[in-house]
């Protein structure tokens, strides 16, 4: 019966999501309140009727009802509670619910808090956000249908996907759709802006902070999903340029172009064009990744099924939004007034840099991940492209990019002055090249290339913790001034600064992990010891014991201190085993050592009682994640930066026009 | 700087990065990408040795053999020719015999393929995409057997 009444929710769902597109769009061409009016309450009710049916879809789950197919393919009765509930979005039909119940989520806020658009905009905004949600739902009742019910109730479920049930799931695949839908909204505000033939500094207003969060969302989806993938696996990796991973780096990357692109927009009025055309590509490869996991075209983890109807349906999908909204925007761009030119150099010259970077860096992973899929369907000719052409195409170009960071937010707006800046990043140049010898200096030879990606690391960390110190005039007044200065900073600037410093503990976490780590790999019998760096692992025992749906084999090390022989902890690897599936999981372990980690993983048992086991000292590599976390942080104090402050605007603009003087000039 | 000067500027800078980053991709084209064979393309196309390949097919019946210090050898076949690899590292969690497997290496010159790393599938339901149609081609392919499910990795 449940199944049921989610079935039906989502086909009311359906009818008001096609109400939602028709009604508020004609009555913004009549200019009718009362039409453009019926968008926000639809929205509402969207989200519930969604809301409804994946709580029942949940329920099913609960409960175990495995006369429902999609519970029974992909459940047991014996799981724990929160892999069955996770368990929902860890198949194909679950997961799009999830995907069109964030879309509702983001549906409603708008309607919420939109009380401050314009009523057309409003209007044309929630229609498109509307018209998303319909392509959706039809794609979820016509091939996609989680609550389909099986002719005979079979007794058991065949269990979720071993490798897929563990805390991650539960927290990455939510994370990233948020991110991905995220976009749908800065979309949905492009198409609204074309439809009207109009936009201006406001519209990049209202587009920073929906954009802003999508971004915060996607960081922290991307970083779980890279930590979950580097601790399950098994041989410690964290980035395996795997294209379901380039699905969800590129929105990232346009993303990132984006907000850049919209404070040029904001604070100068320029760049337009470009701010829509980066809006529509960013939640086009939010598509394009939708597409690529969902519809088969690759195999991978991410890959739960592959059946061609449910391609061709997200195929087509994107072809009428892409397609679409690219048509649209050839026609009605070349209408939208143009900002001026500015100065190359110059903090707009900077931001465009910035943008022409990212997107060239985004477009080098978009061929190498769609072109062995083209050049497939074109010669037949099957290859690989991997970490080596990334590494060679998207690397130089961050790069290079890292290496300018630094002077953007130095750089005055409208006539900058390069020189100038570069004298006042003296200072962290000096630190950086301190960096270089200190790094040359422990490493003792090796690679000359790693001293200098430490110094590009520190360097733009020092940069952007100049530009801090010079707002707040820390080394030149005394330390309650500056502290009070820094108080008075606008959150964006502080966010900004965060945002960067993230950009740089990554860096180090990716050089610390890939270039200063070291790998041992042994067959060891219990007494066996097997050395690393500064530490000795000693193998002790072996166990074995029952878990509610699988079997555990596990080894147990002590981990003692080469010098001198001190105990410092014990690390116990395991292998699971699940019956249901006839397949298991390799569970490492994992000790960190300040922001360094030993990962220890166990492969399978010999004849000979000797176990092979896998042990790597990774250095440093807390930092890429915890720089992924430092800039979620930027986005979250830009976020709350009173000019962008959702539901705040009107007292904002009041401000601005009283006491905009007394705004540091960004 | 005039306006002329200004737009020049700008889209002479657009053009320059444009250009390194197209020079860039087409440099990695050369020199960073794989070709998946299966055993017979080996065979058929004389892949000569020493250039970097992936090597897909099933693992013979009855071929692995383990050596000292993690070395392993076994065949690849795809049921019309068969080629020996060599190995050393840790296999991935189901490699098994009479399953699909994916490896990347190079040949030696006395023909034997020096993997360096070892794909195999991680979910009783799993083939990799490129070893099933390979098989389809030489016609050993059974209904069913769906592609699907994660893929592991050893090194």
């Given at each position: 019966m449940i199944a049921e009444l989610g079935h039906y929710a989502l086909v009311l769902a359906l009818v008001l999501a096609l109400v939602q597109v028709c009604v508020p769009f004609y009555g913004a061409r009549r200019n009718d309140l009362a039409l453009m009016g019926v968008a926000g309450p639809t929205a509402i009710a969207q989200f519930f009727f969604v809301a409804f049916a994946f709580v029942a879809l949940v329920a099913c789950y609960v409960q175990s009802d495995f006369s429902v197919t999609n519970v029974y393919e992909n459940s047991h009765s014996a799981k724990p509670l929160i892999y069955k509930i996770s368990g929902v979005w860890g198949n194909h039909e679950g997961s799009m619910i999830l995907w069109v119940l964030i879309l509702s989520v983001f549906g409603a806020l708008v309607a919420l808090f939109g009380d401050n658009l314009p009523a057309r905009l409003k209007a044309n905004v929630l229609a498109v956000q509307s018209l998303i949600a319909f392509a959706f739902y039809l794609f979820i009742l016509v091939s996609s249908n989680p609550f389909l019910r099986m002719p005979v109730a079979p007794l058991e479920g065949r269990d979720l996907n071993p490798i897929l049930q563990d805390p991650g799931l539960a927290i990455h695949p939510p994370l990233l759709y948020v991110g991905y839908v995220g976009l749908s909204i800065s979309f949905s505000f492009a198409i609204a802006a074309l439809i009207d033939g109009r936009i201006d500094a406001a519209w990049a207003r209202w587009v920073r902070p929906w954009t802003l969060l999508a971004w915060m969302f996607l960081t922290l989806g991307i970083a779980m999903g890279s930590f979950w993938a580097y601790y399950t696996l098994g041989w410690g990796g964290w980035w395996f340029w795997d294209p379901v991973e380039n699905a969800s780096f590129m929105p990232w990357l346009a993303c990132t172009a984006l907000l850049h692109s919209a404070v040029v927009m904001e604070k100068r009025n320029a760049l337009k064009i470009w701010t829509i055309l980066l809006a529509i590509l960013a939640f086009s490869l939010s598509l394009v990744g939708t597409f690529l996991v969902r519809s088969g075209v690759l195999t991978s983890v991410h890959t739960f099924a592959s059946d061609p109807a449910r391609g061709a349906f997200i195929l087509g999908i994107l072809v009428l939004f892409i397609g679409g909204s690219l048509a649209l925007f050839a026609l009605r761009a070349p209408l939208l007034k143009q900002g001026g030119l500015f100065a190359p150099v110059s903090r707009e010259g900077a931001l465009v840099f910035n943008n022409l970077l990212v997107v060239c860096a985004c477009g080098a992973v978009f061929f190498g991940t769609l072109y062995p899929l083209a050049l497939e369907a074109v010669t037949g000719e099957k290859i690989s492209v991997g970490p080596p052409f990334f590494n060679l195409t998207f690397g130089p170009l961050f790069l290079s990019l890292l290496l300018v960071v630094p002077f953007g937010p130095l750089m005055a707006w409208k006539r900058g002055d390069l020189l100038g800046v570069a004298q006042r990043l003296m200072g962290a140049a000096a630190i950086a090249v301190i960096g270089i010898a200190a790094a040359y200096a422990a490493e003792g030879g090796g690679p000359v290339l790693v001293p200098f990606a430490i110094g590009l690391a520190v360097f733009v960390i020092a940069g952007a913790l100049t530009d801090l110190v010079e707002r707040t005039a820390l080394l030149k007044v005394p330390v309650r001034t500056a502290l009070a200065r820094a108080r008075g900073l606008p959150r964006s600037t502080w966010g900004t600064a965060f945002a960067h410093i993230g950009l740089g503990v990554t860096l180090l976490g990716i050089i610390g992990e890939t270039q200063l780590g070291a790998e041992r790999i042994a067959e060891l019998k219990p007494g066996q010891t097997i050395s690393i760096r500064r530490w000795d692992l000693n193998f002790e025992s072996v166990s074995e014991r029952q878990g509610p749906n699988y079997k555990e084999f596990a080894a147990q090390f002590t981990v003692r201190?080469?010098?001198?022989?001190e105990v410092i902890g014990t690390m116990e690897p395991s292998k699971k085993t699940f019956p249901s599936r006839g397949t298991g999981t390799t569970e490492s372990a994992l000790m960190t050592r300040g922001v360094g980690q030993l990962y220890l993983a166990l492969g399978d048992p010999n004849a000979d009682g000797s176990i092979p086991v896998r042990l790597y000292y990774k250095p440093l590599v807390l930092l890429i994640w915890l720089g992924a976390v430092v800039m979620v942080i930027g986005g979250g104090l830009s976020l709350s930066d009173r000019r962008l402050r959702v539901g705040a605007p009107k007292r904002a603009r009041r401000q601005e026009k009283g006491g905009g003087a007394l705004q540091p000039a960004e | 700087m005039t306006r002329k000067q200004r737009r020049l500027a700008l889209i002479g800078s657009c053009l320059a990065v444009l250009s390194v980053a197209v020079a860039l991709v087409l440099g990695a084209l050369n020199d960073a990408i794989v070709f998946f064979n299966s055993p017979s393309d080996v065979v058929e196309k004389q892949i000569p040795p020493g250039s970097r390949i992936r090597l897909g097919g099933l693992v013979k019946e009855g071929s692995v053999l383990k050596g000292e210090n993690l070395q392993v050898n076994f065949a690849v076949t795809d049921g019309k020719n068969t080629i020996q690899v060599a190995y050393q590292g840790l296999l991935p969690d189901l490699f098994r015999e009479g399953q699909g497997v994916v490896t990347e290496g190079t040949l030696d010159p006395a023909g034997t393929f020096k993997a360096d790393n070892v794909l195999a599938k991680h979910d009783e339901k799993y083939m990799p995409k490129e070893v099933a149609d390979a098989l389809k081609k030489q016609g050993h392919w059974k209904m069913g057997d769906e592609p699907a499910g994660p893929q592991a990795k050893a090194q």
């Open positions: 201190r080469h010098q001198n022989g | -």
